[in-house]
């Protein structure tokens, strides 16, 4: 349960995304290389793991990476693009960022970015099957995470540090008390029904 079963050619890069379903802030996409000796026990999808199992993750794969990337599309990419096309632009940067071209990208889930300078497969549960992949969204989840914990130092009556951007009954309670943020996601239904009564 849990185990990684298959490691890609060392000259492919594995692809994730972090806060697609979210209300407030950036989607994160990284994309990650890893040598042919590449072992770290545990690993795997980060839903999975402890915050601080993701955290040490993390670390580990930076400093053992071949190459890694992690870049987002903000808020305002967001609302003008949609969430899906923002998400697919965020892996484009992240796959353009890792400083080498992959001979292959492995992306999470059923839909592979446009524009890719490479050849791509998805693969739906990649997180949990292929290490690159399960890489790249321990990457993702800690830096969206790094972002939410910012965002509660800025507005601590949000409860960001808990809820992490997701539409839970506090934070649903704390956009209905405080109103929306500019980090909050305009285009989405919660978001805009608080915007609206407020008109």
Not at 133 to 147: G, H, P
């Amino acid at each position: 349960m849990g185990a990684i079963l298959q490691a890609v050619a060392w000259h492919d890069a594995g692809v994730d995304e972090a806060g697609r379903g979210c209300l407030a802030g950036s989607v994160f996409a990284a994309a990650v290389m890893l040598p042919p000796d590449f072992a770290l026990a545990g690993l795997t999808d980060s839903k999975k793991l402890s915050e601080a199992r993701r955290d040490r993750f993390a670390a580990e794969i930076k400093r053992c990476a071949a190459a890694w990337c992690v870049a987002s599309a903000n808020v305002d990419e967001i609302d003008t693009l949609n969430i899906l096309h923002a998400t697919m632009l965020a892996m484009r940067r992240a796959v353009s960022g890792l400083g080498r071209l992959p001979e292959k990208v492995w992306v999470d889930g059923n839909r592979i970015p446009d524009a890719l300078p490479c050849a791509a497969e998805a693969v739906v549960g990649g997180d949990a099957r292929i290490v690159q992949i399960a890489a790249a969204s321990v990457l993702a989840k800690t830096a969206r995470d790094a972002e939410m914990y910012a965002l509660a130092e800025r507005f601590p009556h949000y409860g960001f540090e808990r809820h992490k951007g997701y539409g839970t009954a506090a934070h649903l309670a704390a956009l209905r008390e405080h109103g929306a943020l500019p980090e909050h996601r305009r285009s989405f239904a919660p978001v805009k029904a608080v915007l609206e009564r407020g008109a």
